[in-house]
């Protein structure tokens, strides 16, 4: 399968035109067919789809990493765009969540989760395909579903908190999933936040494909939220796998993105709008 992914939402912008905004989409362009991982926050896929010369119209299925908002958001306009498609996500997508972040002069709460109902999603089009497990979504494509926990330096972020029946319970972003394209080079992965932890994700790909070859791993990986343990853990890790390009984006933060270009020098480059891989 030959694949031509571009950056179409992120926080940063890397070319003279693009909108740079808190969030991440990925277009994915096949052979068989054009997909689009994440909607970015809101505003900026469609803006950015033009910018770039992407035809979101010849999109035939959108899969969503998870429900925070910054993945999310753009759901409505592509779907006004694009009109009714198939949107394959967890069933924990739809949960109310917050995030929690402690201030000197005190708590600052800020609403994380899909800020459109299903319901009105729904009349906008969307065929929301609910699945928790790994599957082939196209042939050479998949879904990991929720990824098993295991490794040790891989918490979950201590911020993000959602409601189970009146009580305020932290987030463990079960609906987290990332997405998986078998290339004649290898595995590409890209990542939404890698909120299950970019190295249980990779460990449970390898587990659920049968391969541990990965060409690429792009995407949010979350690396600067956390403990410094994690981001050294996660760098020895990627050596070990031999990973061939790295290309991260938003939530990775730029002190990570820093560490990783050291370690990975030409291997590695920032997934900014606009970026992006052929294989
Ligand atoms: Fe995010
Ligand atoms: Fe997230």
Known sequence: MKVRITILSENLVGRVVGLGEHGFSALIETDCGNYLFDTGGGRSVIENSLALNKNLRTVEKIFLSHGHNDHTGGLPNVLRLRGGMDVHVHPDVFVDRMAVRKEKDGEVRRFTGMI??????????????LNSDFYEVEKGIFLTGEVPRKTVFEKPDPQLFREVQGKVVQDTLADDQS?????????????????????????????????DHFYAVLGGTHLDFLTPEQLEESIGFLKDMN???IGVSHCTGLRAAFRLQQEFGDRFFYGWVGSGLEV
Do not use: P, Q, W
């Open 243 to 245: 990973v061939t390009r």
């Open 116 to 129: 459109y109902k299903r319901s009105y999603l729904e009349f906008l089009g969307a065929h929301f395909i």
């Open 179 to 211: 997405l998986i394209l078998d290339t004649e080079k290898g595995l590409v992965l890209i990542f939404g936040c890698a909120h299950s932890g970019m190295i249980n994700i990779m460990n449970h790909v390898i587990h659920k494909t049968g391969k």
